[in-house]
């Protein structure tokens, strides 16, 4: 599969909310009609959705309102909800494939891809895409290898999220733009005392591959003609860079994203990384009830002023395995994805952008100022992973953390570290 990055759609005054993922489908001659016509309609109208967002307080009440009207609208039809933790979710999906038991619609992260199209059990959805309203970057990140196997839900990038009201204190007065800056606030931040952990970076190994995007910023491709090249000058900087920070305590241990929300909402740093979601699940477990006026995306700090800030895009989709109810999954996806009714009010209720040049106009999208500073600081300048492309990717991206993890702890140096993730993830590629 190959990567392009594309120029993002600006609707009004909302910035570019993303970047290609994928290289879009080949053009026909003769487009199919917009629907479901290209499935088999075997009339079952009973299917699952099988979730992470069903699982997780924030979104589960919202995707319940949604199968509850569009059930209401649709007679006879019935959608079950199994659900499984996002950690663990990549895994039991797989499991189920193997099992023969895994039908109907699945939310997809789109760094997953590669690895379920591999399987060779999801169907393609040109033909119900077809003449939707979807932004041509959106409608890129249900491809893999030219195939539509999902029907974009939301978009945008992973990016730094700040804590205003404590940079303000501690006399931080205009966000860091580079890696200088950046370093200078977080030691102005650690003087606050107070437990206040400058910067909830990712330490855990669960979620090091936030490490991608300052590697790029530190002038690393990463993968450079179909092989891993870290190790290169700028990889070793970067985490050259990231272990001195770590030991001069500007970034906690054992730190995910899920205790980097938690010390979001408590007040207890001034810096997080999260995709544009994160501010719902963090203002909702948050005592301070006037938390999200205090949380400003900052485009990632650059080495040299004058760069071009990098992110690692981020985005869902929603695929539909071959099976029975195939068609009326696929209508569900459709249904959810474009209508108004539907993906407006998703946006309301979880802070997650639309993938449709209507919905992306509409005035509750527009008027929501940490969106439209989210996508114009951190969503159009997003990128696609390196390693997506790669149905192991999952297992490239353990790699790399573990040797992160293996620098932080000072079990060995960042450029025997790197080079060691090097040879084992073009091992994994082989």
């Not at 307080?57 to 079950?80: C, F, L, M, R, W």
């Not at 690692?312 to 959810?336: F, H, R």
């Amino acid at each position: 599969m190959s990567l392009s990055r594309r120029t993002m759609l600006k609707i009004g005054g909302l910035g570019a909310l993303g970047t290609t993922l994928a290289a879009c489908a080949p053009a026909t001659n003769t487009p199919a009609p917009a629907g479901t016509e290209g499935l088999k309609d075997d009339g079952v109208k009973e299917f699952p959705l099988t979730s992470w967002s069903f699982n997780e307080a924030v979104t589960k009440e919202p995707i319940q309102a949604q199968i509850d009207k569009y059930t209401a609208a649709n007679a006879g039809t019935k959608i079950s909800t199994p659900s499984y933790p996002y950690n663990d979710y990549l895994n039991q999906l797989l499991l189920q494939v193997q099992g023969g038991q895994l039908t109907g619609a699945v939310q997809l992260d789109v760094a997953w891809l590669a690895t379920l199209a591999a399987t060779g059990k999801l169907l393609d959805l040109k033909s119900v895409a077809a003449g939707l309203d979807y932004s041509p970057a959106a409608l890129a990140l249900g491809q893999s290898k030219g195939v539509q196997y999902g029907l974009p839900w939301t978009f945008a990038g992973i990016g730094l999220i700040s804590n205003n009201e404590l940079l303000t204190k501690a006399g931080v007065t205009s966000p860091p733009k580079t890696v200088a800056e950046f370093e200078a606030a977080l030691t102005a931040v650690k003087g606050l005392g107070g437990g206040v952990v400058p910067w909830a970076g990712m330490t855990k190994v669960d979620q090091l591959k936030d490490i991608i995007p300052w590697m790029w910023e530190f002038g690393s491709p990463i993968v450079e003609n179909n092989k891993v090249v870290i190790g290169d000058d700028g990889s070793v900087e970067a985490l050259t860079w990231y272990k001195k920070l770590y030991d001069q305590k500007l970034i906690a241990p054992d730190v995910n994203r899920v205790d980097a929300r938690a010390l979001m909402s408590q007040g207890k740093t001034a810096f997080y990384e999260d995709a544009i979601g994160g501010r719902a699940a963090v203002t909702k477990s948050s005592p301070d009830k006037d938390l999200g006026t205090k949380m400003v995306p900052v485009a990632r700090p650059v080495k040299n002023a004058g760069d071009k800030p990098r992110h690692l895009a981020w985005g869902q989709v929603i695929a539909v395995m071959n099976g029975a109810g195939a068609a009326a999954a696929a209508n569900y996806a459709k249904t959810v994805t474009t209508d108004p009714g539907y993906n407006v009010d998703w946006f309301k209720k979880t802070g997650l952008p639309p993938t449709t040049n209507a919905g992306l106009a509409d005035s509750a999208v527009k008027n929501d100022k940490f969106a439209t500073d989210f996508t114009s600081q951190i969503g159009a300048n997003s990128s696609a992973s390196p390693f997506w492309i790669y149905p192991q990717f999952s297992q490239m991206e353990k790699v790399l953390a573990e040797e992160v993890q293996s620098i932080l702890i000072g079990k060995k140096s960042p450029k025997d570290a790197l080079m060691s993730a090097r040879d084992r993830m073009n091992a994994l590629i082989k």
